[in-house]
């Protein structure tokens, strides 16, 4: 059975940090980029791709509005990706998904590629 599970979420005030976790299990993770989606609160908001990582080389992608604020890392002898959330400002709230996709790279920022979604966790950022 696939399972992808969150931890890490919270509350916490503009400017702080934040680090979530996932750990994967019942796929070979080395076959996958292992990433972090959110949906942002309010109606019609779609899920978007945060950051991503490629577990077998280690590249890694970005959404811009992340880009210098956020880290991502893997443990590969643990199966969990790391989501190292700095400098966090109150539209980074949401809820968090970690998501597997195929090596391709495209489930890394479109959906319809991803193979895996976890539960989600909930991240609050307040002004």
């Known amino acids: 059975e696939v399972q992808l599970v969150e931890s890490g979420g919270g509350l916490v005030q503009a400017g702080g940090s934040l680090r979530l976790s996932c750990a994967a299990s019942?796929?070979?993770?080395?076959?996958?980029?292992i990433g972090w989606y959110r949906r942002a609160p309010g109606p019609g908001k779609k899920r978007e791709g945060v950051?991503?990582?490629?577990?077998?080389?280690?590249?890694?992608y970005y959404e811009d509005s992340v880009k210098g604020r956020f880290a991502i890392s893997s443990d590969n002898a643990k199966n969990v990706v790391y989501l190292q959330m700095n400098s966090l400002k109150p539209e980074d709230t949401g809820v968090y998904y970690c998501?597997?996709?195929?090596?391709?790279?495209?489930?890394?920022?479109?959906?319809?590629?991803?193979?895996?979604w976890g539960q989600g966790t909930q991240v609050t950022v307040s002004s």
């Open positions: 019942g796929f070979t993770f080395d076959d996958y980029g």
């Open positions: 998501i597997a996709a195929p090596r391709t790279g495209y489930g890394c920022y479109d959906p319809n590629y991803v193979d895996y």
């Open positions: 950051a991503c990582i490629s577990v077998s080389d280690g590249s890694t």
